[in-house]
């Protein structure tokens, strides 16, 4: 429109209105979201650090608090509940700490997950850049103070004499799994969060009886063995157990793997379709 | 070579907390702002555009005008890639710089130099294209060794110093701009004028909304007069300047 032109932009000689994108346009746009969204790593690497830089700036023990707070409550709870479940403390308190050191990673990536758009406002609504950045800083985050945490597990297994072994290096490839659903799990709740503000509160509640659910302080052995069968297939667990399990020296079941894996295959085909058709939308919303 | 199309372009937003009938009416009672159309009694949307095409091209250096309300801080969105329209079609080809908030990703708990880096990032800088340009910003700001501190201990003025100089360093296709940015006291002034005339004479294409009728016509060659969300009229600036100031 170079031209002078002072009709009205409605006029009724333009024809009918273009018709909305078609679903294969929004999958096209959320894959290209997804894939310059890994390739900008060094932009998530950056917003992910400078979250944690952030939130222990100007504190003396800084991201030390990450592992002091977490040695405290595994030390205080250990002794507790292990006097509690008449259990030896030298067989408790390693398996707890573990339990915590995962569950930890586990819960907080679904938590944050639901404020990965809602708290990238400010960012979202001024430059167009992949969405799935913010779910990737969301993750280097939680990568970092699972790090932390994990300073704790080594004094602690030499303390009570945990066996070294081959096996634990299979904790690995399950931190990798867990990490890689934390993406479809970031994009999903993420957009879900940020149309309908009940749903963080809601994951709250469900995050802490997920908690209470799956064996993290418990054995699943301790269960009525009625109920073992029907926990084994909590998904909670499965995730739990592929790094966990490997940790403590013993490869995982292989209801775990099942289970895990055929989460991440559904996970990811539903977020394909969910995130795709609503990603452009996420911006109207905040 | 840049170039900017907008095909018949429908933005509307949602209102999902809208407490139904009151804050309808409520709205609906406003005489400034796009319009509000009910789709039915629990959905309330505002449509911020209305079916605006727009075609920009090198060179072109268009001023965006209208009351509050018209829909300019929406197209300046679409324009620059952060709304993507529900209907029609939008080509953007060039790299954009929208100085709508300069202080955008910037941390205030962050030292000077890491705010170069965290401010560039969001201008489409790669890490390592913002660390070629922290000298010529350290040179630029004149802060010294406050680049060394968090930004908390700056003044507002160093602030915007700071923000000003990360976010003209870079010479973008496209610039989109809501009203011209300003930047601390009156010799930084100047400095900060001939900064901001050579990034504009620099980049491609400028789109830039603003109140200020003499600046769009000294910036601008083009001008889009918005009302309730469309593009009335779209021409030469004087002309629709003079349009304009004729019925405002």
């Known amino acids: 429109m170079t031209e002078f032109d002072i009709g009205l932009s409605d006029s009724p000689d333009r024809g009918p209105m273009p018709k909305p994108p078609t679903m294969a346009q929004h999958l096209k746009l959320a894959r290209r979201d997804v894939s310059v969204g890994l390739?900008?790593?060094?932009?998530?690497?950056?917003?992910?650090?400078?979250?944690?830089?952030?939130?222990?700036?100007?504190?003396?023990?800084?991201?030390?608090?990450?592992?002091?707070?977490?040695?405290?409550?595994?030390?205080?709870?250990?002794?507790?509940?292990?006097?509690?479940?008449?259990?030896?403390?030298?067989?408790?308190?390693?398996?707890?700490?573990?339990?915590?050191?995962v569950w930890g990673l586990l819960s907080s990536?679904?938590?944050?997950?639901?404020?990965?758009?809602?708290?990238?406002?400010?960012?979202?609504?001024?430059?167009?850049?992949?969405?799935?950045?913010?779910?990737?800083?969301?993750?280097v985050r939680n990568v970092v103070t699972f790090l932390h945490n994990l300073v704790i597990i080594p004094p602690l297994y030499l303390f009570f004499h945990v066996p070294v072994s081959a096996t634990q290096l299979l904790a690995l490839a399950g931190i990798l799994v867990l990490l890689l659903n934390g993406i479809w799990v970031g994009l999903f709740l993420g957009t879900l969060c940020a149309r309908f503000r009940d749903m963080p509160q809601i994951m709250v509640s469900l995050v802490q009886i997920a908690f209470y659910l799956t064996p993290v302080m418990y054995r699943r052995v301790q269960l009525p063995s009625k109920w073992q069968g029907l926990f084994a297939l909590n998904p909670f667990q499965s995730f739990l157990d592929i790094v966990r399990e490997p940790m403590l020296g013993s490869p995982p079941p292989l209801i775990a793997w099942e289970i895990s894996g055929l989460i991440t295959i559904v996970g990811f085909a539903v977020t394909a379709v969910f995130f795709s058709r609503f990603r452009a939308r996420i911006v109207y919303w905040l | 070579m840049a170039l900017i199309t907008l095909d018949r372009i429908t933005v509307d937003f949602p209102v999902y907390n809208a407490k139904k009938r009151s804050l309808k009416s409520e709205l609906i009672r406003r005489t400034v702002g796009g319009h509000i159309e009910a789709i039915d009694d629990s959905h309330v949307s505002v449509m911020a555009l209305r079916d605006v095409s727009l075609t920009l091209r090198d060179g072109d250096r268009l001023g965006i005008l209208g009351h509050n309300g018209a829909g300019k801080s929406t197209l300046l969105r679409v324009l620059s890639g952060v709304y993507e329209p529900p209907i029609g079609r939008v080509v953007i080809d060039g790299r954009i710089s929208s100085l709508t908030d300069m202080m955008m990703g910037m941390d205030a708990e962050a030292t000077g130099y890491e705010n170069i880096l965290l401010r560039s990032v969001f201008l489409g800088l790669s890490v390592k294209q913002a660390q070629a340009n922290i000298g010529e910003i350290e040179d630029f700001t004149e802060l010294?060794?406050?680049?060394?501190?968090?930004?908390?201990?700056?003044?507002?003025?160093?602030?915007?110093?700071?923000?000003?100089?990360?976010?003209?360093?870079?010479?973008?296709?496209?610039?989109?701009?809501?009203?011209?940015?300003?930047?601390?006291?009156?010799?930084?002034?100047?400095?900060?004028?001939?900064?901001?005339?050579?990034?504009?004479?620099?980049?491609?294409?400028?789109?830039?909304?603003?109140?200020?009728?003499?600046?769009?016509?000294?910036?601008?060659?083009?001008?889009?007069?918005?009302?309730?969300?469309?593009?009335?009229?779209?021409?030469?600036?004087?002309?629709?300047?003079?349009?304009?100031?004729?019925?405002?």
């Open chain 1, 39 to 101: 390739t900008d790593w060094r932009v998530w690497l950056l917003l992910g650090m400078n979250d944690i830089r952030q939130r222990y700036r100007r504190s003396r023990l800084g991201q030390f608090w990450i592992t002091l707070a977490m040695a405290i409550q595994i030390g205080t709870l250990g002794f507790l509940y292990s006097y509690l479940f008449h259990l030896p403390v030298a067989q408790y308190l390693p398996y707890l700490g573990t339990s915590f050191v």
């Open chain 1, 109 to 139: 990536i679904i938590l944050e997950s639901c404020s990965v758009f809602i708290a990238a406002e400010g960012y979202l609504r001024q430059v167009p850049m992949p969405k799935s950045i913010y779910v990737h800083r969301m993750l």
């Open chain 2, 144 to 248: 010294g060794n406050f680049l060394k501190l968090p930004m908390r201990t700056y003044s507002s003025g160093m602030i915007l110093r700071l923000a000003f100089a990360i976010s003209t360093a870079v010479t973008p296709e496209i610039l989109i701009m809501d009203e011209l940015v300003s930047a601390g006291d009156a010799a930084f002034m100047s400095k900060a004028e001939a900064r901001l005339n050579g990034l504009i004479g620099r980049t491609q294409i400028l789109v830039l909304a603003s109140h200020d009728l003499a600046m769009l016509h000294r910036l601008c060659n083009k001008a889009a007069l918005m009302e309730e969300g469309q593009v009335r009229m779209v021409g030469p600036v004087d002309k629709v300047l003079a349009v304009y100031s004729g019925h405002a």
